[in-house]
């Protein structure tokens, strides 16, 4: 599943490509990719314009015109790709469907707009989905009533996050950090990078941190984050930006898929682990457990 920096990376991109466009169709392969009541689509989403494009955790949330959105899970193999007489533009798992001829077998949402563009959501694997919501209760759908604070968010600081974290004392600060209900948006690469960072075993209870530890992994977390949004995100498993290409964070990479390598920060050999049922990435000089 994509990490925030990724979907805000496709969020970005959309942003620059349909916001201010008319809806003038939509069509569906499978209800389970579009649960939406005919009756619904046609009063609220027919005939609208698209007003914003924003992310909350791994979600996107296009706002409509008349105080709908749409909410969109691209799960693992979920696609958004645009086109149009003059641009093509592709968000999401790398398959053929990104640079081939839509609608395909994948194909499982079509939204035509009245400029004759389209924007087409593809999903090999049909666990991804578009519900069509009043804005107002978009906060209140199960995922987001679950999932935890941003942590790029202007008034989340460490203080917070440190309460946060202090909900599970027992488990492991991986564990933790993983757990979107804790904060949203977090994944094996981020989690990874933030702890080598910050000098923290993943393993390590959060009881067992202090307030300066935390403080440090607060930041590390927020500059590993910002870093990752600017490279594009990582290219780890499906993911490519909103102009079809791929991201580049993993070439700025500190420990993540670099096992066997040296540290960078003292010249130890990168270790992989199993810490939270993840493949994890350590340097066992640095990041001791205490």
Known sequence: MPELPEVETVRIGLHNLIRGKKIAAVTKDTVKSFPNAESDVSRFLIG????????????????????????????????????????????GHPSPSLVGQLPDKSTRVVISFSDSSTLFFNDQR?????????????????????????????????????????????????????DQTVIAGIGNIYADESLWAAKIHPSQPV??????????????????????????????????????????????????????????????????IRVAGRGTHICPACQRLR
């Open 126 to 178: 049909k666990f991804g989905w578009i519900r069509l919501l009043p804005t107002s209760e978009v906060a209140n759908i199960d995922f987001f009533k679950k999932a935890g604070p941003e942590p790029l968010a202007a008034d989340f600081n460490w203080q917070l996050f440190r309460d946060r974290l202090r909900r599970r004392p027992k488990s492991a600060i991986k564990a933790v950090l993983l």
């Open 207 to 272: 009881s067992k941190l202090s307030p300066q530890a935390i403080h440090r992994l607060f930041d590390e977390i927020v500059a590993v984050l910002k870093m990752a949004i600017a490279k594009g995100g990582s290219t780890d498993r499906n993911y490519v930006d909103a102009e079809g290409k791929r991201g580049n964070y993993l070439d700025f990479a500190q420990v993540f898929r670099r096992e066997g390598q040296l540290c960078l920060r003292c010249n130890r050999s990168i270790i992989k």
């Open 48 to 91: 609208t314009s698209i007003v914003s494009i924003k992310r909350r955790a791994k979600l996107l949330i296009i706002g409509l015109s008349s105080n709908y959105s749409l909410v969109i899970h691209l799960k693992m193999t979920g696609q958004l790709v645009y086109r149009s007489h003059n641009q093509h533009f592709g968000a």
